[in-house]
């Protein structure tokens, strides 16, 4: 079998736009409340992008952070992955927008469509990119805007509160040191609950791919069935949080960080409560930055590092659940 070379996260980095969007802000849009949206969800506030602003900008602001933090500049790297389920534009996905900006054109440029999962399938397309001897310098990102395609009327409002923009990336490169780095990164998915999670339109697999009809009826907004996700959620990030830690014969007890996706505060303390992790050990973002899909684990990530929470040798394990449904867990070595 072919030796595969150890892969380690030199650079982190994220990105939120500048705006404060706060739960009494919503309020004023559409019927609901800073307690509904607390209780629910611990969410207060959360960042959207200006007119002019994209996915792809905030994904390229975090980039450049995490290459700074490696020691690196964009033209050292040999591909790039994106993880979004906010693509600026049909086709073809911000990964090539984001190349486009970063000034390095001809490298391999991979966007990742797994929504809330997104940056954990990212991370394994890396992880496996520079592992194989492929490619030596990595850049995966998960990058959202999810702002522009919410719906701001009281219909929207039972997903619309949730969400925010933001990007976070990391770099990832091979490494001697065959003790530290990616120990172990796990997804799943489970097309059966598509629906359940979803943007209907607009889609080719409609004819015609959008109309007022259709506009009408709110189908280009997201649409979730929320119970029905909260309950995959809570049993599938403990599965496969504990299948990242029988695959490297770790336990809780090993782990000095979790970082869960941030969709709902009850979650992951729901979730830390089934694993019986303590809270100290645990990170959370989304207080202040919503639920921002792809992007959630890496700027908790982000967060930890530049905090000096992270220490040299930390076993990390992360853990996400979303649309699809996609779920996936991921265990490194600091
Ligand atoms: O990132 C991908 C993964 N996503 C998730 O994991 C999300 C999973 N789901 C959840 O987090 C929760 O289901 C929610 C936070 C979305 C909703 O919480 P819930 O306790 O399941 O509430 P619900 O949807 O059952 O709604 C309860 C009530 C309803 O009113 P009635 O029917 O009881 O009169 C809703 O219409 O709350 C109402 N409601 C709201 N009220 C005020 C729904 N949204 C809102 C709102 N403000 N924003």
């Known amino acids: 079998m072919q030796v595969m070379r150890k892969v380690r996260i030199t650079g982190t980095g994220m990105y939120v736009p500048p705006r404060v969007v706060t739960n009494h802000d919503l309020a004023e849009m559409m019927d609901t409340n800073d307690e509904w949206i607390q209780q629910r969800s611990g969410i207060r506030e959360r960042r959207y992008v200006d007119p002019g602003t994209g996915p792809v900008d905030l994904g390229v602001e975090a980039t450049n952070r995490a290459l700074e933090m490696a020691g690196l500049e964009a033209k050292d790297l040999d591909a790039i992955v994106v993880a979004t389920l906010s693509s600026e534009h049909e086709f073809p996905g911000n990964s090539c927008f984001m190349q486009a900006k970063l000034g390095i054109p001809e490298i391999p440029a991979m966007d990742v469509r797994c929504q809330c999962t997104g940056f954990l399938y990212a991370l394994q397309v890396g992880q496996l990119y520079v592992a194989s001897g492929i490619y030596d310098r990595v850049l995966v990102c998960g990058t959202e805007a999810h702002s522009p395609g919410l719906d701001f009327t009281t219909r929207g409002r039972a997903i619309t509160v949730l969400f925010g923009d933001g990007a976070g990336a990391v770099i990832l490169e091979a490494s001697d040191d065959h003790e530290r780095g990616i120990q172990s990164v796990h997804v799943h998915a489970d097309g059966t609950h598509a629906k359940k999670l979803w943007t209907d339109a607009p889609g080719l697999g409609h004819h015609p791919r959008i109309s007022h009809e259709m506009i009408d009826e709110g189908r280009h907004y997201p649409e979730m069935d929320g119970k029905f996700v909260f309950k995959h959620a809570v049993l599938r990030m403990p599965q496969v949080l504990q299948e990242a830690l029988d695959a490297n014969k770790a336990s809780i007890a090993d782990v000095d960080l979790f970082l869960f996706h941030q969709a709902n505060l009850r979650i992951n303390e729901y979730v830390a409560g089934a694993l019986e992790i303590p809270p100290e050990k645990t990170h959370n973002n989304m207080q202040v930055y919503g639920n921002c899909s792809a992007a959630s684990i ?32 991921a265990l490194l070595r600091w």
């Open 298 to 329: 890496p700027m908790c990530l982000d967060e930890c590092v530049r905090s000096g929470r992270v220490k040299d040798g930390d076993l990390i394990a992360m853990t996400g659940f979303g649309g699809g449904f996609t779920w996936g867990s």
